[in-house]
């Protein structure tokens, strides 16, 4: 550790005789050490307490698409707060929101909102059930949909081996009960036969195939156009709900979020994230008959529903993405930077690829891009993980766990862009460095199996 963070460090003594871990997220622990506390961010900059600055390319798991502490958002924030917050009663800017939710994606017939994307993902699962009269559904090996317990199940590939059959399916801790698993099947991406022989055999009690095409929590690793294409025409064929879980991809990877980019409509989706650069809401949209379901014997609402500042910000946010040129700039930042980045690694001979979309993109430490969750063992990870902190302390903030992908935003200017290739290029050094008294060369050892 070369930097300082003293207060930081003092700071979690405090915190953690208050909150578990010092924290309010289970994933902002780094370590008693390493765990950081943010003064203030602008733009695409994060300050600590012990004002080290740093460049972000974490944005809160993805959410902060134009930037921090935007003025266009704030204004619309402050006229949002001046409507009043909630009423247990309806306003009209959710009509507005909804129609310019509508227009943006080709799917959205109806929308209704929550405050957080686990919420979003719930009711598209319960509501997937009462449309179908079903209760099991499919996830994809690696996704990540949230903190209920029916999502909260993860497949072990770490200790894994091929020749061992499939890999566990695993809760992510303690306190879900075991009885979810027997309603989940658990797919690889990117193997239509496999799901069509689960298809065959289980369709008539399988309500929902709940998929993340670019999966932003596995490095973004990413389904191939025909595969999705493919799923979608198994669920159509065996009335199963096809969900389209966009809360990270949603008015990121295209206006239409990932269903305009690989032309792929689901019946019903789920947004959060971008959609108001960082405020908490979230939204189910969706075919109009399954849709209708709600208020038709399916419950979805919560107090918090509708907020107007978070409203009037998601009013404002999408329409800065869907009539300005942010998206295609934020895709030709992450262009340049993973170019940038992918020239220096060439030039050490480190074996490497990036995968994903240039909004959101995991970068991997083995020349063949992983196509599923099982692939991503073969990548190099550990020399992820001794880069990261490097990258921390140079002031390039990434995520400490490589499942986590890079993600940009419309503040990333030239001036980061240039600051963080030079940045790399210095933790690269360190890392190589820290390596080699350790005797852990990556251009020998670029497989972990
Ligand atoms: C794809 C996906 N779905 C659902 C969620 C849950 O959203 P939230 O953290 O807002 O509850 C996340 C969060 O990272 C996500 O990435």
Redesign the pocket.
């Known amino acids: 550790m070369q930097r300082n963070l003293s207060n930081s460090n003092a700071h979690f003594q405090k915190a953690v005789k208050r909150l578990p871990l010092g924290v309010t997220s289970n994933f902002r622990y780094w370590e008693e050490d390493k765990t950081i506390y943010i003064k203030r961010g602008k733009g695409a900059r994060l300050w600590d307490i012990d004002d080290n600055e740093y460049i972000d390319y974490r944005l809160a798991?993805?959410p902060t698409i134009l930037g921090y502490a935007d003025e266009r958002v704030d204004q619309a924030a402050r006229e949002g707060m001046e409507l009043g917050g909630v009423f247990a009663l309806a306003t009209e800017l959710e009509y507005t929101v909804a129609e310019r939710i509508c227009k943006m994606v080709s799917s959205a017939e109806l929308v209704r909102f929550s405050v957080?994307?686990?919420?979003?993902?719930m009711t598209a699962l319960r509501l997937a059930r009462a449309y179908t009269g079903k209760d099991k559904y499919v996830l994809v090996e690696g996704?990540?949909?949230?903190?209920s317990s029916e999502v909260m199940w993860y497949t072990e590939v770490e200790e894994w081996q091929e020749n061992e059959g499939d890999p566990e399916l695993l809760p992510y801790g303690e306190g879900i009960p075991d009885l979810y698993n027997h309603l989940i099947y658990s797919v690889p991406l990117n193997d239509a036969n496999r799901l069509e022989r689960l298809f065959k055999r289980h369709a008539d009690t399988i309500a929902a195939y709940l998929i993340?095409p670019i999966m932003?929590?596995c490095g973004s690793i990413t389904a191939d156009q025909q595969y999705l294409k493919d799923v979608r025409e198994l669920c159509t064929k065996y009335e199963v709900i096809l969900i389209i879980?966009e809360?990270?991809t949603g008015f990121r990877v295209a206006r239409g979020g990932v269903q305009e980019l690989m032309g792929v409509d689901a019946d019903l989706c789920?947004f959060?994230?971008s959609m108001a650069n960082g405020y908490p809401i979230?939204a189910l949209a969706g075919k109009e008959e399954i849709m209708r379901k709600i208020g038709d014997d399916v419950v979805h609402g919560g107090t918090y529903t509708g907020h107007s500042v978070s409203l009037a910000v998601a009013n404002k946010t999408l329409e800065i993405l869907d009539e300005t040129q942010a998206l295609t700039n934020i895709a030709k930042y992450g262009t340049s930077l993973s170019e940038a980045i992918g020239k220096i690694l060439s030039r050490r001979g480190i074996p490497h690829c990036f995968v994903g979309h240039p909004a959101m993109y995991g970068l991997f430490f083995n020349t063949t891009p992983p196509s599923n969750y099982r692939d991503w063992v073969n990548s190099d990870y550990t020399f992820y993980e001794v880069l990261a902190p490097n990258l921390h302390d140079v002031g390039v903030l990434v995520e400490p766990d490589c499942r986590e992908p890079l993600f940009i935003c419309e503040a990333h200017d030239e001036r980061c862009l240039n600051e963080t290739i030079s940045k790399f290029e210095q933790a690269l050094n360190m890392t190589l460095e820290q390596l080699e008294s350790e005797n852990k060369n990556p251009r020998q050892k670029n497989n972990k199996k």
């Open positions: 798991f993805g957080s994307g686990t919420e979003a993902v996704g990540y949909h949230g903190l993340e932003g929590n879980d809360v990270k789920t959060a994230k979230s």
